[in-house]
C-alpha cells in the first residue's frame, strides 16, 4: 500500500525553464513533508521540506508547494540547471512515527 | 570525512549464503535506520535504532537481524540469502527520534545469484 506517490517517472526540462515535479499522498496523518535528490550510485540527499502548517517553502532556486486538501505537493526548480538532472524523491512522515514514507521517484534531464 | 558511510558498497554472493553490511555515521546522530529499495525503485523502512534500542521493525523476515554495537553503528546480517533479497540497502541517520531530516549512506547493491 503506497501512501507516497510520484505518477511521472520521468521528466525532461530544457536548461533555464522551470522544473515542475508532483506528488500525491493518501495518508491525511502525514504532516511533514521532504524532497531528496539522488544521483546514480549515490544515497538520496535530503533537497527541501515542508510543515503541513505552511504552504510554501522556498531555498533558492527550489520551492515547495502543499495543497493539503487535494494531498499534493510539488517541487518547483527555476532555473533548472543541467546539475539539477537526477531522482527525485518525495517523501512524507507523520507524528510518531519516524520512518519516511517515499514516493518511488521522478527522473528529471535538464537538456543543456 | 563522510557523514554515513556503508560497506561494502556492491555484494554479490550465492543463495543461502549469510552475509553483512556495516554501517556508520559521524554526524552525531541518535537514531539509524535501515531501508530497502527494491527493482521499483520503491524504498521502504526495515528497522530503525534510537540509542541502540529497536523502535521500528516493519514487515521483514527474521532472516533480517540489525545490530547496533553502538549509537554510531547500525549494521544488518542477513541469513540464509534468497533471490529475492536482491536490492540497494540504504543505511541513513537522524538526530532524534522523529528527526525530520534524515542523511543516507551511498547505498549497498546486493546481488543473490
Known amino acids: 500500500d503506497q501512501q507516497v506517490k510520484q505518477n511521472s517517472p520521468s521528466l525532461s526540462v530544457q536548461e533555464g525553464r522551470i522544473s515542475i515535479l508532483n506528488c500525491d499522498y493518501t495518508?491525511?496523518?502525514?504532516?511533514?513533508f521532504l524532497w531528496y535528490k539522488k544521483y546514480p550510485a549515490e544515497g538520496p540527499t535530503f533537497l527541501i521540506s515542508?510543515?503541513?502548517?505552511?504552504d510554501k517553502n522556498e531555498d533558492g532556486r527550489f520551492t515547495v508547494f502543499l495543497n493539503k486538501s487535494a494531498k499534493h505537493l510539488s517541487l518547483h526548480i527555476v532555473p533548472s540547471q543541467p546539475g539539477d538532472s537526477a531522482v527525485y524523491f518525495c517523501?512524507?512522515?507523520?507524528?510518531?512515527?519516524?520512518?519516511?514514507?517515499f514516493g518511488t521517484g521522478t527522473r528529471l534531464t535538464v537538456i543543456p | 570525512d563522510t557523514a554515513v558511510s556503508q560497506t561494502p558498497k556492491y555484494l554479490v554472493t550465492q543463495m543461502g549464503n549469510d552475509k553483512s553490511i556495516k554501517c556508520e555515521q559521524n554526524?552525531?546522530?541518535?537514531?539509524m535506520y535501515w531501508y530497502k529499495q527494491d527493482s521499483k525503485k520503491f524504498l521502504k523502512i526495515m528497522f530503525s535504532y534510537n540509542n541502540k534500542e529497536l523502535i521500528i521493525n516493519e514487515t521483514v523476515p527474521n532472516r533480517f537481524s540489525p545490530k547496533s554495537p553502538d549509537k554510531a553503528h547500525l549494521n544488518l546480517h542477513i541469513n540464509s540469502l534468497e533471490l529475492g533479497d536482491s536490492a540497494v540497502y540504504f543505511c541513513a541517520s537522524s538526530q532524534g527520534v522523529g528527526g525530520e531530516t534524515q542523511y543516507f549512506g551511498p547505498g549497498t547493491r546486493l546481488l543473490v545469484l
Open positions: 495518508n491525511s496523518m502525514f504532516d511533514y
Open positions: 517523501a512524507a512522515r507523520h507524528t510518531g512515527a519516524n520512518n519516511l514514507f
Open positions: 515542508i510543515s503541513s502548517i505552511k
Open positions: 554526524l552525531g546522530h541518535d537514531t
